[in-house]
């Protein structure tokens, strides 16, 4: 990767119990994939607050990632069901607003699935590279009156 | 000002390869609130550790940041090392710059600023952290017992045993479960009853053991350590303390024609009976809906013949509370009811073999009370419709079991097993009988399970046809089994005087409405979940709550009762700690803030939380907020996340420190 | 009617999932099924057997290997199919005409072709019989129909994937 | 209450007495037919035999027509013919098979027409209705009530009554006074299609079922399916004539039963065109 | 029917049954109808109920200036009573203390506003007591397809997802933060809200874009599920910005989800904070 090409910032909010520990697999396993992330560990999806995509956003991020347990896996029973309610109607805000649904993802990664969290932040970090700088919201941040 | 110290790991080569550990420590050195920022080559080593230590001391830290690998892998670790240094654990935090960071990326410029920002991140974090205590729970120790089948019974003994007291509550009116109606148990054909009812009877005799029968939980509070369970004890109309189980009211009551439950509906009992003549307790119950005297208030005569007084017809169900510390849930299973429908269908299971349609087609269990001394037979193998000895007998096997058009796709186990048991009994009662069975396959792994069922076929004489039964047909007095000989690949027709369907084993009915009440989790067939399949086998995702028996999975005899002294053994490891200690890192709720809309009471997995008066100081309730049960609360911080007032908080991740690490990346 | 299968249902599904459909498309028993359904809805495994015969009675016509044996049972329903394809709907003085003479034409049993005839004047005396056929008006579209499902066989199933699991 | 109707062809020929029957007891019952205009076959047991696309696309034109017609309900008193309309009914869920269908029939197409058989019709009508409509109760009727295949199968399709222990039918004549009598063969399948191709097979099932009408004491049977009645009752003399010893078994529609006990004649119920006669 | 409603409500006051009568009454100046806040039985003439009386009174209900007055009587029509449901739903109002008196739309309150135009409930189903009757017509009147409620959300989706971010773009630059949107709206009654809270700092409580984006998404989001469309805040805001477009769109998902829609009734568990098995996931991957 050249330095001056746009590499984006990637936000990613995993849970402790099962993407962490999948994101942990893939180092163990020496999986290599691209250095966009930076990981937030929370203990559950179901801490997740919709306000950190925002604050994601704001601090510059290029794509905001969640990430928790399969449905029926959680490690606090249902955590992860609370917080996939809540996506659902968070992102229909999101779409009204026209935020760019493209620049945020949500994925079910077990601790088992370290060769899916390389994919998972492959794919990202690639289609994030080609949507370019999210100028959409740095507008909205800059923009003052 | 805050006094952060931030020690980068270069475990070996594993990080130093690919991450300029120097840098990092002079990059963290710079950051506003750090007063030492050092690279050591294994920080988890003895002399890694002890660095930490002298630094805390030196430099008066009070907040800890290490770089190295996963916190799964050594938080633990650095928490110890820096308690024992006089620094609050909770003070301290790791940055994943190993397996997130150095072993995944090859670019040693990319990975060294990623790894810069990673640990700004965790001194971000680490600003807000709290000094957290540990929750000591104390423990009550006494252990609840629910179901007093023969796993129940085995984990009550045990316990009681080891000299801990046990509430035992069983559903109906006598302990024993399913395997005092058996006959004889495989594959030592030995007498079912003469070896359950010494321990039944041990149980009634231990000082340790409180025993409920006809009582179910009405409700469980509290947590490991103490619950509080609510038993409702069913009104049984006799007063079992007074009652001498003389038999004058049963002998003497008129209303004689109600199917009894213990015999499966093939023997009649009173209105006033006692299940089975080993029962415990050896005491009547009255059948509310056939005694005549509760129904249309006329008889009475069991009141008249009691000596002792013990009818009491105003008998009402009563709470009982009971404090443990410790619950062992053991409620068995049922038989898969062919006649049940599920919602919506019109479609029952099985309608094809005519059960409840044709007398003498029974279910497994009915054959144990036929083939059963005690039974309603005295043990004669008999036809339901006519009494006569059944001279031709078919044994179907994987009636539900492995059968996903009905819903179940797994194997009940016990049944193959079961039905060599039957064809042996049958052939040893009925010399000049036939007994068929028909099989998917023969599954008795086990010891001496195999050699069993090769008996039934060799010495017995068993018939064992390879295939399913497509129906069952009644003509003329017998019932057409129409089946299929894979092997011999020829369709068969019996003409049989009776048949028995091996039907699949299901969870006790009700067992989750329980599992809620306990918040133990169950799959889709209701069976419960133990928190791992290897592992943990007997634990529950509840914290204190433990499964044995056939409502975790099918399970024969031997099994039961292996995993019944199982669960009594986890009880015992937690009885014998002087005190409990769970994670401090718990959510909790700004009742200044709360706007008591009690959201977060309806989100929380565990039922943690609960409303509060806020009263002024005259005690006028003023509102409602709402209150994080620390015994309950496991930390998920779903609460957080639905909170509009953003009153609950999360110790260890609350809102400060997740937005300190966010906003680091700024 | 399993007893006078040549092979029977649960056979002809394992030689199947074997992939030796081929086998499986030449025996008499797709034809003796007479589709009462009864197999799919006992199968424990959720198989539809019936819609399995289906497929490999197609596959049968397809390569050209159906049963001799049961001639009568697959010219009969190929005729049955021309009809509709003619008239839109059936006419069964038709069928049965066509039919006698191609399963004669196979034959050339005589009592064959005189089976039933005695039938006819009870049928017309109990007016079953229509000598009228009944037609649809646009007879185009049915034409235009059969054409387009015979042209293609898309998703129909090849003789490897017969089996069909839910 | 007006509602769609698909006669079929059988209906529309040698089985036009059970078409007579239908339309006599539903109109005395308040029902209205609306036949379906320019239907065609559904294909029956030749195309899902023959061609699995054709099974689709002949029963979808029709539902596509009837859809055309404004029908929300469509009444195919034949089970063969329900059954291929109920089974393109699902079929037409997926939306490529929508899709492909809907160009292959030359009609827009949709899943929306819910597709009944004569029972169902018949239990839209109230008990009660049924009971005060009851002129002629069924005295010392102790009919077999025969299902046959596909009036309950397959149940994933159909989804009707229990597949293996119907009982619709009795619990409609116990409220005309009969007494159905419980028996083996209310699922049997009778030969169906094969009445001419495979004659063997049909003269050999329907022996057994016709016996085991007689064996379980019953003194008619009732059928609610073309086939099956040309089945027992026009194949009954050659089944005689194989096995003396059988007696004659008067086989009704469903239909023929109401009818007769909501006071209708077997002139108008066509009962007088049925080849087995008794009394 | 005014008539009736006023000796009620004077009724009430004198009986002592309520302290305080929240009703709308007719305002020279503005001619319009305006909120009222009745304690003297003699003031009850001042009552009136027409077509232009759009406040949702149930606002009232949260602030503590008329709690204190003590037991109130508030005038609620079909739709305002949604919010009150909810209140109630989330332990906000103790019903005891409140006495509703629902009043019935006429057909010939040919209002302009959308949210009439699509309503279904022309009378209050939980009111202690409804005065006037609904006309017949109403329901019709009122076109009874729920669908069409979200008529304008649907044409506004038809632009393009830039097109809809530079909307709001120019449209939130002109939020001056007044949390008119807040006081009006009945369901904003949090002790402390979430703006003012400054340990972390959620919401940038600066009036730029970015603080106002962070702001409107919170609002919306913090409605989502419970929003009954009373438009309260679209009509408070006096830079004019349609907050009715974000609301919708959560109603809108809440019942295509999860069927549930805000102030049907109290049994039914809200969306957040409650979950289904079967909840689609078809986006996450």
Redesign the interface.
């Known amino acids: 990767m050249s330095g001056d090409a746009f590499e984006p910032k990637i936000v990613a909010y995993v849970c402790n119990w099962c993407t962490y520990l999948g994101a942990d697999l893939a180092g163990t396993n020496r999986l290599e994939y691209p250095a966009n992330v930076r990981i937030v560990r929370l203990p559950c999806t179901g801490r997740m607050d919709f306000n950190l995509i925002i604050k994601a956003f704001e601090i510059g991020a290029d794509a905001v990632l969640v990430s928790g347990c399969h449905p029926g896996d959680c490690h606090y029973t249902a955590g992860n069901y609370h917080a996939r309610r809540r996506w659902i109607l968070f992102q229909e805000l999101l779409t009204t607003l026209g935020i760019d649904l493209h620049r945020i993802h949500f994925t079910w990664i077990s601790a088992a699935e370290g060769r899916k969290w390389q994919e998972v932040i492959q794919e990202i970090t690639e289609s994030t590279r080609e949507l370019g700088p999210y100028m959409g919201y740095r507008h909205i941040c800059e923009v003052q009156k | 000002m805050a006094r952060i110290g931030v020690f980068t790991c270069w475990c070996g080569e594993n990080i130093a390869r690919t991450v300029d550990v120097q840098h990092v420590a002079e990059a963290l050195a710079a950051e506003p609130g750090v007063v030492c920022s050092l690279a050591f080559k294994y920080m988890c080593s003895e002399p890694g550790q002890s660095l930490l230590s002298r630094k805390i001391a030196e430099e008066r830290l009070d907040g800890l940041v290490v770089a190295s690998c996963s916190p799964h892998m050594h938080l633990r670790t650095f928490r110890k090392a820096a308690e024992t240094a006089g620094l609050n654990p909770y003070l301290v935090e790791m940055a994943n710059i190993r397996e997130q960071c150095s072993w995944v990326h090859h670019d040693r410029k990319l990975a060294t600023d990623k790894a810069i920002e990673l640990v700004r991140m965790s001194v971000a974090k680490v600003r807000h952290n709290q000094p957290l205590n540990p929750i000591r729970v104390p423990i009550v120790r006494r252990a609840l017992v629910i179901g007093g089948g023969v796993a129940g019974i085995q984990a009550a003994l045990d316990i009681a045993d080891a000299g801990y007291r046990v509430v035992l509550v069983e559903r109906e009116p006598s302990i024993g479960g399913k395997m005092a109606g058996l006959s004889e148990t495989f594959p030592t054909l030995d007498c079912s009853q003469c070896i359950l009812t010494p321990r039944m009877v041990d149980v009634a005799q231990h000082p340790h053991i409180t025993l409920h029968t006809y009582s179910e939980v009405e409700s469980v509070e509290g947590y490991l350590g103490s619950f509080r369970v609510t038993v409702r004890k069913k009104a049984r109309y006799v007063d079992i303390d007074r009652c001498t189980g003389c038999g004058e009211c049963w002998t003497s009551c008129p209303s004689g024609k109600n199917a009894s439950e213990f015999d499966f509906g093939l023997g009649r009992r009173k209105a006033i009976y006692v299940p089975f003549p080993q029962a415990v307790p050896a005491r009547p119950v009255i059948d509310a809906k056939a005694c005549l005297k509760l129904t249309r208030n006329r008889c009475g005569v069991c009141l008249k013949k009691c000596q002792a007084g013990a009818i009491n017809f105003e008998d009402q169900d009563q709470m009982i509370e009971e404090e443990v510390g410790a619950i062992v849930v053991a409620t068995g299973y049922e038989l898969y009811d062919i006649k049940a429908r599920d919602a919506g269908s019109s479609v029952s299971g099985y309608g094809e073999y005519g059960y409840g349609r044709y007398a003498d087609v029974i279910d497994s269990l009915q054959f144990e009370r036929l083939a059963s001394a005690s039974g309603p037979t005295g043990g004669k193998i008999e036809r339901p419709s006519d009494g006569r000895e059944p001279k031709t007998v078919v044994f179907v096997s994987c009636v539900g079991s492995r059968d996903r058009a009905k819903g179940i796709p797994y194997c009940s186990k016990i049944c193959c097993m079961v039905n060599a048991k039957h064809t042996m009994l049958y052939r040893h009662k009925v010399h000049d009988g036939e007994a068929h069975v028909f099989y998917m396959d023969v599954r008795a792994g086990g010891k001496n399970y195999d050699e069993f069922v090769r008996r039934a076929i060799e010495q017995d004489g068993a018939r064992y046809h390879r295939g399913r039964v497509s129906e069952i047909l009644e003509q003329d007095g017998k019932l057409l089994v129409r089946g299929i000989d894979t092997l011999a690949a020829v369709p068969l027709t019996i003409a049989a005087d009776m048949v028995v369907l091996a039907n699949a084993m299901v969870p006790a009915r009700g067992v989750q409405q329980l599992a809620q009440k306990l918040n133990v989790g169950y799959d889709e067939h209701g069976f419960l979940s133990e928190s791992h399949p290897k592992l943990r086998p007997v634990e529950t995702n509840a914290a204190g709550v433990f499964v044995c028996g056939a409502c975790q999975g099918p399970k024969d005899i031997p099994e039961s009762v292996a995993q019944a002294s199982a669960a009594a053994g986890k009880v015992l490891v937690m009885f014998a700690r002087d005190h409990l200690t769970r994670e401090p890192e718990i959510a909790c709720i700004d009742q200044r803030s709360c706007s008591g809309c009690f959201t977060c009471l309806q989100a929380c997995p565990y039922q943690a939380i609960s409303r509060q008066e806020i009263t002024d100081r005259a005690g006028q309730v003023l509102r409602y907020a709402a209150q994080v049960n620390p015994g309950l609360c496991m930390g998920c911080g779903t609460c957080v996340a639905v909170c509009r007032s953003k009153s609950a908080d999360l110790a260890g991740f609350s809102e400060q420190q997740v937005y300190g690490m966010v906003e680091s990346l700024a | 009617m399993g007893h006078h299968m040549d092979l029977l249902p649960h056979q002809l599904i394992r030689l199947v999932q074997l992939g030796q459909g081929a086998r499986a498309i030449r025996a008499d028993a797709i034809w003796q099924c007479v589709s009462c359904q009864t197999c799919t809805s006992r199968c424990p495994q959720t198989v539809d057997c019936a819609a399995v015969m289906d497929a490999l009675r197609q596959m049968a016509v397809e390569n050209g290997v159906a049963a001799p044996a049961q001639k009568r049972t697959w010219t009969f329903q190929q005729a049955f199919l021309q009809n509709v394809r003619r008239n839109g709907r059936l006419s069964e003085l038709e069928l049965i005409g066509v039919f006698k003479t191609r399963s004669f034409a196979d034959d050339w049993s005589v009592p064959g072709l005189w089976k039933d005839s005695l039938l006819a004047p009870q049928l017309l005396r109990r007016g079953k019989l229509h000598l009228m056929s009944e037609k649809v008006r646009d007879r185009g579209v049915v034409r235009r129909i059969f054409q387009r499902c015979e042209e293609t066989t898309a998703g129909q199933p090849s003789l490897e994937s017969g089996g069909s699991h839910e | 209450m007006k509602i769609g109707y698909y006669p079929g062809c059988a209906l529309h020929g040698s089985s036009n007495d059970y078409e007579q029957s239908v339309r006599a007891c539903l109109q005395q019952l308040g029902i209205q037919l609306d036949e379906l205009d320019e239907w065609i076959c559904c294909g029956a047991t030749a195309a899902h035999m023959l061609n699995a696309r054709l099974a689709t696309a002949l029963p979808a034109r029709n539902l596509a027509l009837a859809r055309q017609q404004g029908h929300e309900q469509l009444l195919a008193p034949c089970p063969m013919c329900s059954m291929q309309l109920l089974k393109a009914n699902a079929e037409l869920h997926d939306r490529r098979v929508r899709c492909e269908m809907s160009e292959i029939v030359e009609l827009p197409l949709d899943a929306s027409v819910q597709v009944l058989n004569l029972i169902e019709v018949l239990q839209q009508v109230s008990c009660e209705e049924i009971r005060h409509k009851i002129a002629v109760p069924l005295e010392g009727w102790q009919p077999a009530c025969y299902y046959g295949c596909l009036l309950t199968r397959p149940p994933s399709i159909v989804r009707f009554d229990d597949p293996e222990h119907p009982q619709s039918m009795e619990t409609l004549l116990r409220i005309c006074g009969a007494e159905p009598v419980s028996w083996n063969s209310a699922t049997r399948c009778c030969g169906a299609g094969m009445t001419v191709a495979n004659e063997e097979t049909v003269l050999e099932l329907s022996h057994q079922i016709l016996a085991d009408a007689h064996a379980h004491g019953a003194n008619c049977i009732v059928v609610a399916c073309p086939m099956c009645h040309v089945n027992l009752d026009m194949k009954q003399g050659a089944i005689q004539r194989r096995d003396e010893s059988l007696p004659a078994m008067p086989v009704y529609y469903l239909t023929d039963l109401v009818g007769r006990a909501i006071g209708l004649d077997d002139r108008q119920l066509g009962i007088d065109r049925h080849f087995v006669t008794v009394g | 029917m005014i008539a009736q409603l006023r000796t009620r409500c004077r009724r009430l006051l004198s009986d002592g049954d309520v302290q305080v009568v929240i009703g709308y009454e007719y305002c020279e100046a503005t001619g319009a109808a305006h909120p009222t806040f009745l304690t003297d039985p003699a003031q009850a003439d001042r009552l009136t109920w027409n077509g232009a009386c759009h406040h949702n009174l149930v606002t009232y209900l949260k602030r503590p200036e008329i709690q204190a007055l003590g037991r109130a009587a508030v005038i609620v029509k079909a739709c305002d009573e949604r919010s009150l449901v909810v209140l109630q739903r989330?332990?906000?109002i103790d019903r005891q203390r409140v006495y509703v008196i629902g009043v019935t739309c006429a057909a010939d309150h040919t209002r302009d506003k959308e949210t009439c135009r699509a309503c279904t409930t022309p009378s209050p189903r939980f009111a202690d007591e409804v005065i006037g009757s609904p006309p017949a017509s109403s329901a019709e009147a009122k076109g009874a397809d729920g669908q069409d409620r979200y008529a304008q959300?649907d044409r506004?989706?038809e632009?393009s997802?830039?097109?809809?971010?530079?909307?709001?773009?120019s449209e939130l630059?002109r939020c001056t933060k007044c949390y008119a949107c807040r006081q009006a709206c009945p369901l904003c009654?949090?002790?402390?809200?979430?703006v003012d809270?400054n340990?972390?700092?959620?919401?940038?409580p600066a009036?730029?874009?970015?603080g106002n984006?962070?702001w409107h998404?919170?609002r919306?989001?913090?409605l989502?599920?419970r929003c009954v469309g009373c438009d309260a805040c679209t009509n408070a805001c006096p830079a004019g910005i349609d907050l009715r477009?974000?609301n919708q769109?959560?109603s809108?998902?809440?019942e295509v989800?999860?069927h549930f829609r805000a102030g049907e009734d109290l049994d039914s568990?809200?969306?957040?904070?409650?979950?289904?098995?079967q909840?689609?996931?078809s986006?996450?991957?």
């Open positions: 989330e332990s906000q959300l506004f989706m632009r997802t830039e097109e809809r971010l530079t909307y709001w773009q630059q009654y949090c002790q402390r809200c979430i809270k340990q972390p700092i959620c919401i940038d009036t730029t874009t970015k984006f962070a998404i919170t919306a989001f913090h989502a599920g477009l974000l769109s959560l809108r998902a809440a989800n999860f568990a809200p969306p957040i904070g409650t979950y289904s098995l909840d689609q996931e986006f996450i991957r």
